[in-house]
Antibody, heavy 124, light 106 residues
Framework: QVQLQQSDPGLVKPSETLSLTCIVSDFSINSGFYWGWIRQPPGKGLEWIGNIYHSGNSYYNPSLRSRVTISVDTSKNQFSLNLSSVTAADTAVYYC?????????????????WGQGALVTVSS | SSELTQPPSVSVSPGQTAKITCSGDSLPIQFAYWYHQKPGQAPVLVIYEDDKRPSGIPERFSGSSSGTTVTLTISGVQAEDEADYYCQSADSSGTIFGGGTKLTVL
C-alpha cells in the first residue's frame, strides 16, 4: 500500500514561495502513475493544482500555471510543489496524491491515494 | 472552463437511501469520480469511472450516469457515512471538482 508523507512548511510570508515535498513509500514513483497536488482552503472545496509523471511530463491548473512548478526526484522517490508569489488566498490544506491517468477523449485523472494534508498559512 | 454543480446539503435518516447529484456539461464525455471526506481527514475515493467501486468500499455505495448528471447513491445509510462528498471530472483545461455536498445522517 503506497504511503504519501508530506513536509509541513506551516507559515509562509506573502510574496514568498511555498514549497512542499511528498515522499512516496512502499511504492516506486517510476511505476506508471502520475503524482500531484490538490488544495483545500479552510472550510471550502477541493482545487486541483497539477500532476507530474516520473518522466517530467506535467499538467497544471490553468488558473495557477503561471505560479506553479511541480518536480519529481526519482532518486529520492519524492515529488515537490513550488507556488510562487503567494497571497492570503493561497492559505489552504495542501494534499499530495497519486493520480491514475485515464485515456479517453482527453487525458484525465482521478486520485486513489492521498497524503495526510498539510495546512499552509500565508501571513506576515 | 466547465463547472460541476452539487447540492450544498442532503439529509437522510439511517437505513434510508441518499442520492447526491452532480451536473456538468463535460459529464457526457468524461468519467466522474466521487470522494468522501470526514472532518480533519483527507478525501477517500469511493467511486471511479462513473460506477466502479474501489476495493474496500462498501457495496452500499454506487454510482450512475445519465447525460449531464451523475449520481452517487448510498443505500442503507449508516451514521458513519456522514461526511462531505465531492464529485470530480475533467474538462479541456484539466481536472475539476464539484463544490461538495454535506451529507447529514439524521
Amino acid at each position: 500500500q503506497v504511503q504519501l508523507q508530506q513536509s509541513d512548511p506551516g507559515l509562509v510570508k506573502p510574496s514568498e514561495t511555498l514549497s512542499l515535498t511528498c515522499i512516496v513509500s512502499d511504492f516506486s514513483i517510476n511505476s506508471g502513475f502520475y503524482w500531484g497536488w490538490i488544495r483545500q482552503p479552510p472550510g471550502k472545496g477541493l482545487e486541483w493544482i497539477g500532476n507530474i509523471y516520473h518522466s517530467g511530463n506535467s499538467y497544471y491548473n490553468p488558473s495557477l500555471r503561471s505560479r506553479v512548478t511541480i518536480s519529481v526526484d526519482t532518486s529520492k522517490n519524492q515529488f515537490s510543489l513550488n507556488l510562487s508569489s503567494v497571497t492570503a488566498a493561497d492559505t489552504a490544506v495542501y494534499y499530495c496524491v497519486r493520480a491514475v491517468s485515464v485515456v479517453g477523449a482527453t487525458v484525465s485523472f482521478y486520485f486513489d491515494n492521498w497524503g495526510q494534508g498539510a495546512l499552509v498559512t500565508v501571513s506576515s | 472552463s466547465s463547472e460541476l454543480t452539487q447540492p450544498p446539503s442532503v439529509s437522510v435518516s439511517p437505513g434510508q437511501t441518499a442520492k447526491i447529484t452532480c451536473s456538468g456539461d463535460s459529464l457526457p464525455i468524461q468519467f466522474a469520480y466521487w470522494y468522501h471526506q470526514k472532518p480533519g481527514q483527507a478525501p477517500v475515493l469511493v467511486i471511479y469511472e462513473d460506477d466502479k467501486r474501489p476495493s474496500g468500499i462498501p457495496e452500499r455505495f454506487s454510482g450512475s450516469s445519465s447525460g449531464t448528471t451523475v449520481t452517487l447513491t448510498i443505500s442503507g445509510v449508516q451514521a458513519e457515512d456522514e461526511a462531505d462528498y465531492y464529485c470530480q471530472s475533467a474538462d479541456s483545461s484539466g481536472t475539476i471538482f464539484g463544490g461538495g455536498t454535506k451529507l447529514t445522517v439524521l
